[in-house]
């Protein structure tokens, strides 16, 4: 059964692997994925280590249903200690990378150490084996997979990768498994390269019992009509993730020229339309593809049709990365869309970071805080496509100065630039800020502020908080399992009930990823997704383990609370502008100038924010400076963390 | 299962709330219903003005392709303008 999978401890620096089961108890407590991840991590990690030293653990997990016969439940999740913001690392990928995993008898890995040379992990029912990767260095994402496959004579193996900018610890490397699939928040992929650790390769044939099979299955096709039936979903099936991004600018909510603005103008080339048009024309009429065990299929196939790298095959482009090679540095070409987007697929990089970064950078030269000198004479004004791809490469081989500054990231990057680059860093806690533009939208700035790996849309963003959904329809949402009184409110631009929505998806978000089953099948663009009440009857079919939705939405505020431990471990202090819940000034100083007419000339209010922060707070059961009351510690059972029992 | 809740779930009874046929305004403060005509490639919202280009998932199932970016952007600067003069007279709000 899938209570079965084991939990495997691997030394790099020793070679001493140990593989043990995992406690039903920890499992009722943590489930698995992202939520025992972070006891994992907690527990197995130092105060203060380098994040890029062998001291840093890396996790490797899938949800407790992956693999069974519930939907969706592709999910591999990655976590260590991010080397770029230095507080919590996390990032999360679809394909098929964990339920092989699974197949293969691992449900968690925890990866210690240092290997003395390039190594890859070949894990095998039940077996795992450290091997030589000096052959596999400095080969692309996709190369590597391939190799693998060919040296293992399997082509049915599943592998997780890093690339050369993992290689060359660019710190917003991330982890590739398959064509585009990628774990790329956080710099899972540097603390990877850190360890000489290529690539995790697995191929499982161990059978998984599901507790009651007919149960499950019937259940399921209830399951996936709901979510089939979904407007939203039916809409990703056909464009892919690219609509979000296509609406979202419509009306004024994304970044454009770093922070300047909340919109790109006149930018048809890269709609969704026009992206699935060059599909339909590079690939054919059926170009959309699916992970493991999902019905709503939302990648796109496609070949770059013109420019250096034509006729070059890929998955996507994701929405992040219209934002971060179209919306921020405002450029505008179809071409360099999807280049920019394979270019990251190939080497390894998260195209969120990459292309912010690029654009922050892109706002320095034109404000002369940059300069040719620091350039190499590079013209990184926005809208210049070909400065904007020369300088991801750039960075993924850490060529020139500021090539090998912005892999720093954005902290140490704004160290050495100085003057007041800093001012125009867009992030939280070291981390980027996606391409929405949230100063029209308090729930979703609160949302990025507050998110444990640093800003980021999917830890606790109420995205159905745009839709103008009628109060009821909120209320019946928002009031499920654990019942809500309070204020909410239909309006995107207001500040009340916003933190309860954002501590319930920040709950709901948590749940999903121990479960490891994907965002777009729950209430994240939807209202009418699953969410706690349906989750229990997957769990009994699937694995006979009994929950109550509020059993599930305690599980999920745990996790949250040790991540949120872990992170106050390693410094997190209310305020800070690097360290803590608070975003760049710019939030509650530059309105917005267009979009819709409600949405131009908005800012946070400064003081409206920090009562919601103070409210979010009370709900997790913090005090006002945002560290666990005892009570709450004791609440949760997490009064004896660090407890080491796995 | 001990722990099952019979019927519907909370995500299951609010499905009939969809509007098939149907998209919102763009505009998150209107957001009103739009029904376009089948094949039509232009949609002006009544309420708020705004206006967009049309595309379709399947021949009853549209959304909105993109702003008319003239209508729209000349509508934001308006709007801009105003608001900026009332933060001038009024304060910030």
């Not at chain 1, 507050?450 to 839709?467: F, M």
Request: some cysteine; aromatic content about 8%; overall charge neutral.
């Amino acid at each position: 059964m899938a209570l079965n999978r084991k939990i495997a401890y691997i030394d790099l620096s020793t070679g001493k692997i140990e593989i043990k089961p995992i406690p039903l108890n920890i499992r009722r407590k943590f489930l698995g994925g992202r939520g025992l991840d972070a006891y994992l991590l907690y527990n197995h990690t130092e105060k203060g280590c380098d994040p890029l030293g062998p001291k840093n653990t890396l996790m490797v997990s899938g949800g407790i249903l992956t693999a069974t016969l519930a939907s969706a439940t592709a999910r591999t999740h990655v976590m260590a200690k991010s080397p770029l913001g230095g507080m919590i690392g996390s990032a999360n990928m679809g394909g098929f990378f964990a339920p092989e995993l699974a197949w293969a008898g691992f449900h968690h890995l925890v990866i210690k150490g240092k290997a003395d040379r390039p190594v890859y992990l070949w894990i095998n029912n039940g077996k795992i084996e450290i091997r030589d990767a000096r052959h596999l260095w400095g080969k692309t994402t996709t190369e590597t997979q391939w190799a693998i496959r060919e040296e293992l004579g399997d082509d049915d193996i599943k592998c997780m990768v890093i690339g050369p900018a993992g290689e060359n610890l660019v710190r917003f490397a991330n982890v590739m498994t398959g064509i585009k699939n990628s774990g790329g928040r956080t710099g899972m992929g540097a603390v990877m390269g850190s360890k000489n650790l290529k690539a995790i390769a697995a191929r499982g044939t161990m059978d998984i019992k599901i507790a009651h099979p007919k149960e499950a299955l019937e259940y399921n096709k209830r399951f996936i009509d709901q979510i089939t039936s979904a407007k939203v979903n039916q809409t990703q099936g056909t464009l892919g993730t690219p609509f979000i991004w296509g609406a979202t600018n419509s009306w004024g909510g994304v970044r454009c020229r770093n922070f300047q603005y909340n919109q790109e103008l006149y930018c048809d080339e890269i709609e969704p339309e026009a992206i699935d048009e060059v599909c339909t024309e590079t690939i054919g009429p059926y170009h959309m593809a699916g992970c493991f065990a999902c019905q709503v299929h939302c990648r796109a196939k496609y070949r770059i049709p013109t420019g250096p790298y034509a006729g070059a095959y890929d998955e996507g482009p994701e929405y992040t990365s219209q934002g971060a090679f179209c919306g921020e540095p405002d450029c505008r070409s179809m071409e360099t869309l999807l280049t920019g987007n394979h270019l990251v697929d190939q080497w390894g990089m998260d195209n969120l970071e990459t292309g912010s970064l690029i654009s922050w950078a892109m706002e320095l030269y034109e404000l002369g805080i940059l300069t040719d000198k620091e350039t190499d004479g590079l013209d990184l004004r926005f809208g210049n496509d070909e400065a904007l791809l020369e300088m991801v490469r750039r960075i993924c081989f850490r060529e020139g100065w500021l090539g090998d500054t912005l892999a720093e990231g954005g902290i140490i990057a704004s160290e050495r630039i100085g003057k007041d680059s800093f001012n125009y860093l867009i992030q939280v806690k070291g981390v980027s800020n996606l391409h929405s533009d949230e100063r029209a939208t308090p729930a979703l700035a609160l949302n990025v502020a507050t998110a444990s790996r640093g800003s980021d849309h999917l830890r606790s963003r109420p995205a159905i908080d745009l839709y103008h959904l009628p109060e009821e329809v909120l209320r019946k949402i928002y009031s499920t399992p654990v019942p809500y009184n309070g204020p909410l409110s239909s309006e995107h631009t207001e500040y009340i009930g916003k933190p309860w929505q954002v501590f319930w998806q920040e709950n709901c978000y948590m749940a999903v990823d121990c479960l490891g089953i994907c965002k777009y099948h729950t209430v994240f663009l939807g209202a009418t997704l699953p969410n706690f009440e349906d989750w229990p009857k997957v769990l009994y079919y699937n694995t006979g383990l009994e929950f109550t939705p509020r059993e599930i939405w305690d599980i999920a505020e745990r996790c949250n609370m040790i991540e949120r431990l872990f992170n106050l471990r390693e410094g997190l202090t209310r305020e800070d502008l690097v360290r803590g819940d608070m975003l760049n000034h710019r939030y509650f100083d530059e309105p917005t100038r267009r979009g819709a007419p409600d949405v131009v000339g908005r800012v946070i209010d400064r003081e409206k924010f920090r009562k919601m922060i103070d409210e979010f707070y009370e709900y997790k059961g913090l005090d006002r400076n945002g560290v666990p009351k005892p009570e709450t510690l004791k609440r949760l059972g997490l009064e004896d963390e660090p407890s080491h029992l796995l | 299962m001990g722990s099952e809740k019979e019927g519907l779930s909370t995500a299951e009874s609010l499905r009939k709330t969809r509007t098939y046929g149907q998209f919102r305004c763009h505009n998150p403060s209107c957001m009103g219903r739009l029904q376009p005509q089948p094949g039509v490639n232009h949609v002006k919202c009544p309420a708020c003005g705004m206006e967009f280009r049309v595309a379709w998932i399947k021949p009853n199932f549209p959304r909105i392709r993109g702003p008319v970016w003239d209508v729209n952007q000349k509508l934001a600067e308006e709007a801009f303008e105003r608001k900026m003069k009332e933060e001038k007279r009024d304060g910030v709000k």
